[in-house]
């Protein structure tokens, strides 16, 4: 009954009924290390017991489910908690805008908005992003796999090298800026940047802290808004809640999505400056803007997680293992592996070829792990497991890479000979 159009069923062929933390179990009772999550939806693991207490108390309560954007109690404490939790003590003042329930559908909120407040139309995006698969979000997209099924043409978007593209230079902004200042460059004008801190499914690409505040000097000089999609790399994947911290910059609009719920509920949400929130009302919503049963467990996850740096500083902690462990394997393997990518616990090893990569992703499932490749060759192998890993979970899974990716430079000797 299941069209085509499926992927992760192809490359984990079994039918998974359970979850719990860091582990999912097929209905063999196979249990499974978990270095997906979701795609990077479950950073506080499958059913925290925390987070299911609070939304089953909400559900017995008969709590709203559904209730478009009305006032609820639910909505009422998520803003309390997001407000005093997260933006506050990071000194942003910015609204909350509650779009449809993907994170495209934030993109999608944020470029119109931005479109909508500067009176341009064209937008800058950047090689190997990707924002998502509606219209225009797609046309911000760079992969070319899902630009090609979008059947019409895509306008209003411009493309330049991200932090490190090949070929670009040291400094990949000095062609921005060069066609900003030259009138005959052909550049229109856009209305805003939009970008990711780190390419997730671009492949791990991790732009440098002075790379950003260049890119944030540039936009400031040209009445410029900067988008932040933050929606794989943020809610803590880098070991800060949002990306860019660490930078230091201030992004205009920020988008936020798969973590956010906490617990795999969809739930997307657009931060923007006050003075930007230029919106008539209804002039863009959905029909499920703002889940109450993802603001339940979404309060919940920023109680439980943020009050205070101790969950990033553990992430970051577990970040540096992970760097060193992978990057121990790229000295072992050096014919499999080139280089380690990315940053916190949104790092992978990129392989020379693509079809190694799916080889070894194959060998570690076996093994039990689930972990899946990207890049626009899929040529990296993506570690995104769980922020509440264990070292010796996290050690555990890695491994296994090491076992899978010794088997796959055997064979590949074994043919070599």
Known sequence: ME??????????PVTFNEARGVHLFDNTGKRYLD????????????????????????????????????HTTAKAAFLTSLQQIIL??????????????TGTNAVEAAMKLARKV???????????????????????????????????????????????????GEDSLLLFETML??????????????????????????SSFKWLQRLEKICRAHD????ADDIQAG?????????????????????????????????????????????EPGEHNGTFRGNNHAFVTARKALELFWKDDTFGADIRKKGEILTQRMQGIVDRFPKLYEKVKGRGLMQ????????????????????????????????????????????????QGLDWLEEASAEADAERMRKAS
């Open 348 to 395: 992978g090893i990129a392989c020379h070829e693509g079809e190694m990569a799916s080889i070894i992703t194959k060998k570690c499932f076996e093994r039990g792990l689930v972990i899946e490749t990207a890049g626009p060759d899929g040529e990296v192998v993506k570690c995104l497991c769980p922020l509440i890993i264990t070292e010796e979970q996290l050690n």
């Open 118 to 168: 500067t009176g341009r139309n064209n937008i800058v995006a950047f090689t190997n992003g990707f924002h998502g698969v509606s219209l225009g979000a797609l046309a911000a997209t760079g992969n070319q796999h899902h630009r090609g099924g979008a059947g019409t043409s895509m306008a209003d978007v411009s493309r330049l090298p991200y932090d490190g593209y090949p070929g670009a």
């Open 3 to 12: 069209s085509t159009v499926q992927t992760y069923a192809r490359s984990f």
């Open 181 to 206: 200042n030259d009138n005959s460059s052909g550049l229109d004008k856009p209305a805003a940047v939009l970008f990711e801190v780190v390419q997730g499914e671009g492949g791990l690409n991790a």
């Open 35 to 70: 270095f997906l999550a979701g795609a990077g939806t479950l950073n506080y693991g499958h059913n925290h017991p925390e987070l299911k207490a609070a939304l089953i108390e909400y559900i017995q309560n008969d709590g709203i489910a559904h209730g478009l954007d009305m």
């Open 235 to 279: 809610c803590g994947r880098t070991g800060t809640f949002f990306s860019f911290e660490p930078a230091g910059i201030k992004p205009d609009i920020i988008t936020l999505s798969k973590s956010l719920s906490g617990m795999g509920l969809p739930f997307a949400l657009v931060l923007l400056r006050p003075d930007l929130d230029q919106w």
């Open 88 to 101: 506050k003590p990071r000194g942003m003042d910015h609204v909350a805008q509650f779009t449809g329930p």
């Open 224 to 227: 410029i808004l900067m988008i």
